[in-house]
């Protein structure tokens, strides 16, 4: 049975391997957005010869343009209309009258568009196109001859850095193998030390990124007047599934059974397992196999890939001239799903620091402070110098 990691009875070189199971995990999730966003295996086996030497750049670049069509005037009838009635001549009457208002409007096209791309080094000229689209158009409506939006613009580009989650990546095979060097001075915890370190940082700035091109997107999406589609849909749900859960087995025993076909994160010995086995021989780590790992992703992305099929039945054909189609529609679900998972793996690498610190806390029998300190160095001294 799987628990979470604070529920399962297990070894302190555990700890390390769920850190490394995770982080593993978060990688190979990262690579299946990548895939589904556009990146091809040429480009991707381009970006891995890149971050060898070089820094690798995923950059969105956007732009708008909006520009005058025409005035129009129509008149438009009242809802209300007064009869008035009488006689005359004697004769009765009755007519009646009703509000004609002339109203005058302002039609404008907005067009907007954006480009997803890769590049080394400070050679942004030099790129990997991945995603591109000119043209995106919707008609504004305004009542007063101002422009809705300024006449063109050029949006600040949108970076971050690949060149950490490339690294991770065997060339040869194009799996994930992502380790913790235990023996290194600053190895401290399975989150304090430098691997953990650059993976979490990574996150956090691929978070931030993915969060920032969706906002972008967004504000082109609002000037979109009387849209009747479900934008709630590209949301992530509440619950998001992350493959990389901080979940041990209980009693496990023996080595994985069977191996999966297809497997994203390479088998290999890492520093942790090499020191788990020469400090408990005989012994089988609670973390998960790879099998295990390969299944959840392969759910995952199944998840991902019925989300993507749902929203094509919902939105307008790729390719036309509406500002949000199905590429936007796409684009925006799998930016949300990346954040979930970005997210995801943060809160995951701290539970385990957290769990560590409650472990210590309930060994030593209660928190220790700093006025704990002080009154143990007090009680030191007196005993020292024999007060």
């Not at 005359?88 to 009258?97: D, E, I, P, Q």
């Not at 000119?134 to 006449?151: I, L, R």
């Not at 954040?339 to 620091?353: A, F, P, Q, R, W």
């Amino acid at each position: 049975m799987r628990y979470l990691a604070e529920d399962v009875h297990h070894k302190y070189a555990d700890k390390y391997l769920l850190a490394e199971y995770m982080t593993n995990g978060h990688c190979a999730s990262l690579l299946t957005t990548l895939r589904l966003l556009g990146v091809t295996d040429e480009h991707m086996k381009t970006m891995k010869q890149w971050s060898s030497d070089r820094t690798v750049t995923l950059r969105f670049s956007s732009r708008h343009k909006c520009t005058f069509l025409e005035k129009k005037t129509r008149e438009v009838d009242s809802d209300k209309k007064d009869v008035v009635t009488g006689t005359g001549l004697g004769a009765a009457f009755s007519m009646s009258k009703k509000t004609v208002t002339t109203v005058t409007e302002y039609f404008w096209k907005f067009e907007c568009g954006y480009e997803l791309s890769a590049y080394k080094g400070n050679e942004p000229q030099e790129k990997i196109v991945i995603k591109q689209r000119d043209g995106a158009s919707t008609k504004v409506k305004t009542t007063t001859d101002k422009s809705p939006q300024v006449e063109a613009r050029e949006y600040p580009n949108i970076d971050v850095e690949l060149t950490w989650l490339l690294r991770q990546v065997n060339a040869a095979n194009g799996q994930v193998s992502f380790s913790i060097d235990r023996s290194h001075k600053k190895c401290l915890t399975p989150l304090r030390n430098e691997a953990s370190e650059k993976a979490m940082a990574f996150s956090q700035n691929a978070s931030q990124w993915s969060r920032r091109v969706a906002a972008q997107l967004q504000v082109f999406f609002n000037v979109v007047q009387d849209n009747k589609l479900d934008m709630g849909s590209l949301q992530t749900p509440g619950n998001p599934f992350l493959p990389f859960a901080p979940l041990l087995e209980e009693g496990r025993k023996g080595a994985e059974q069977s191996q999966p076909k297809q497997r994203r994160v390479e088998a290999t010995q890492t520093d942790s397992m090499v020191e788990y086995k020469k400090q408990h021989e005989g012994d089988v780590p609670a973390v998960l196999g790879g099998a295990d790992l390969e299944a959840l992703l392969q759910e995952e992305e199944r998840q991902i890939v019925e989300r993507l099929e749902t929203m094509a039945k919902a939105f307008p054909a790729s390719g036309g001239e509406g500002l949000i189609t199905q590429d936007e529609a796409r684009l925006t679900i799998l930016l949300h799903s990346a954040t979930s998972t970005l997210n995801g793996y943060s809160e995951c690498m701290d539970y385990l620091e957290v769990m560590l610190r409650k472990q210590l806390v309930a060994a030593i029998g209660k928190e220790i402070t700093a006025s704990d300190f002080a009154a143990y160095m007090q009680f030191h001294n007196r005993k020292m110098f024999k007060e």
